[in-house]
């Protein structure tokens, strides 16, 4: 009897999660970015959606002081760089250790690099096929992880 009580409720559970109507779901934004001072999103946080193919300098506040970097969905990667956005980069590797997108385990500890003290400025890019994206990290000799 307890058996076929809990299969009427699972039941109606169900029911109800499946009638909530998928609007009210949290989505991820195509720029959205939660940057932190520590690692593994702690300390003093911001988030704020950054438009693609431009360079935006660090919050106040997180210029060369920025452990956790998470570009918010898949569809996007960004290159954090050192030195602001009005600098002149001279570097051969662009000023930039790579991309970090989604799926990146360094979007979490920037320091496991040395770039929590390094971080002033970055630029985002919706993805691509993996063969173009492969031939674009060859070409400027950048990292993609």
């Avoid at 431009?54 to 996007?76: L, Q, R, S, V, W």
């Avoid at 993996?130 to 031939?135: E, F, N």
Wanted: with cysteine; net charge negative.
């Amino acid at each position: 009897m307890r058996l076929g009580s809990t299969s009427r409720l699972l039941a109606i559970r169900q029911a109800v999660v499946s009638a909530t109507p998928a609007e009210q779901l949290d989505k991820r934004e195509v720029g959205g970015i939660l940057i932190c001072q520590g690692p593994h999103a702690t300390g003093p946080c911001s988030y704020g959606k950054y438009e693609l193919d431009m360079c935006h300098d660090m919050p106040p506040g997180f210029i060369k002081n920025a452990a956790t970097f998470a570009p918010d969905g898949e569809a996007f990667y960004c290159f954090p760089r050192v030195g602001r956005c009005a600098d002149i980069c001279t570097s051969p590797t662009d000023c930039t250790f790579g991309a970090v997108s989604f799926d990146s385990p360094l979007k979490y500890d920037l320091g496991i690099y040395n770039w929590q003290t390094l971080f002033e400025s970055f630029d985002c890019h919706l993805n691509q096929t993996a063969d173009t994206l492969g031939s674009a990290a060859a070409a400027t000799g950048t990292v993609v992880f």
